[in-house]
Every structure is written in C-alpha cells, then in structure tokens.
C-alpha cells in the first residue's frame, strides 16, 4: 500500500524490543492508531523527538505488517510542558481523556486537543483550567450538551442549582431526584463562566479555587456517569 501522510498527536507509547516504540498515535484523519516506530530509541535515532507524548507533527505511515512511522516533519513538540512538572501532568491528564474516549475518526476533537494543548503550554493559565474547559468541551462534543442556566426539569431560571446526573442536566430544587447534586452558586457560575470562555481568553479567568474545584469534581463524575469512563483523579 502507498504511504499515506496525516497530522497526528503522540499519546502515548510503549517500549518494544531494543529500540523501538509502539505508539498510540491520534491522527487526523483516521483517529487512534497503534504504530511502531524503529529504532527511535537509540541515541541518534532521527526520529528520537517524534516518539513523545505531545509531539504534533506530519507523519508517514506505511502498512505493512502492522503500521510502521518512516517519517516525520514535527510542526510543535511542546517541549515548554517538560519544563513545568504541573503542566506536564496537566497535558498527561488531558492525553488521558482523549486515550478514554477516542477511537474513530474526530477531526473536530484533534482540533480541540491541539487548542488545548498550544493554551497549556505557551499561555499563563491558572492551574487545572484547560483540563477543566477541555473536559467541559469533550463532554458536549460526545452529545452530552448540559449547560444551561435553566432547570432541565421544568424550565424554571436555576437560583438554587442541582445536577441531576440521570438526566445530565441541570435542575431546580423541585425537579431534583435521588441522583440530583446540589452545587454552590460559585460552582455554577464557574461551569458557565468556562462554557462561555474561548481557550484564547482562558488567561484571564480567575475563579475562586473552591468553585473550580468543586466544578471540576462534577464535570469529571459526568463525564464518568456518561461513558463509564472513570478519569484520572488529579487532586
Ligand atoms: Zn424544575
């Protein structure tokens, strides 16, 4: 088969044999692949960079027995994220998510993991915010779309807010069930404050720590509630 040549973001990987790597690749074009990469593990392998978590580049794939990388042109390894041990993990965090859920083709999701990645590693964001609104987005982009600031029950607008997590919608206090959360107004504000905020403008938020806390806690069961994936727990 010719080679085909897509844009792809490093997962993740595991190390075969002497120098090699498997590594989960998530392309472009054709979403999560397995494929091996030789001898990128000697110490002047040409292609040493390209078998990180992180690195984006173009890659050559060739099928053969199984998938193997020729080449790759990397466009940005973000290399800035080794530097800064909570970032780093922040981005391991974020590889993670899209390891739980990503199988087929998404290009829309590649786009947004690269966004999230690029606002990670060269903006000044406060901790844990890009895993928050990238854990937000992907919950919508799965079709769970819940953001709204009225009750999902009756239609009522939400002064007191509860999170029914059957229904994956908000609810007001007569609407709530068994499965119902009640969260504090600085926790739902901080969920709309995120919904609304691009990553570009993800610099200049400033929530309190016990809303974005408690946000992420339920933005996190969510998602669990809704795939049954369970996410990393990163404090
Ligand atoms: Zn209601």
């Known amino acids: 088969m010719a080679p085909i040549k897509t844009k792809a ?7 075969v044999k002497e120098k090699d790597r498997l590594v989960d690749l998530f392309t472009l074009e054709q979403g999560r692949k397995l494929v091996s990469m030789r001898g990128v593990r000697g110490e002047k392998a040409k292609l040493k960079m390209a078998k990180e978590p992180f690195c984006f580049g173009e890659f050559v794939l060739e099928e053969g027995k199984g998938c193997v990388v020729t080449q790759v042109e990397i466009i940005d ?3 800035d994220l080794t530097k800064d041990l909570d970032k780093y993990y922040e981005g391991c965090a974020i590889l993670d998510l899209v390891k739980s859920v990503a199988a087929a083709s998404e290009p829309k999701l590649f786009i947004e993991l690269l966004q999230a990645l690029k606002t990670l590693c060269y903006e000044n964001v406060k901790k844990y ?19 709204h600031n009225k009750c999902g029950g009756c239609g009522a607008t939400l002064n007191i807010a509860y999170f029914d997590l059957d229904k994956g919608c908000f609810v007001c206090p007569s609407c709530k069930s068994e ?10 504000k901080a ?15 400033q929530l309190s720590s016990g809303s974005e806390r408690e946000a992420l806690k339920l933005l996190a069961l969510n998602l669990e509630w809704r795939v049954g994936v369970k996410i990393l727990k990163i404090k």
């Not at 915010?129 to 953001?147: M, Q």
């Not at 969920?191 to 938020?205: F, G, Q, R, W």
């Open 9 to 15: 973001i490093v997962l993740g990987g595991t190390n």
């Open 77 to 79: 390894n973000f290399y």
């Open 129 to 147: 915010y890009v895993f928050d609104k990238f854990l937000l987005d992907l919950t919508e982009f799965l079709g769970f779309s819940f953001f």
């Open 179 to 188: 499965s119902s959360i009640k969260l504090s107004n600085g926790a739902f």
């Open 191 to 205: 969920v709309e404050i995120l919904h609304n905020c691009d990553y570009e403008k993800l610099s200049t938020l």
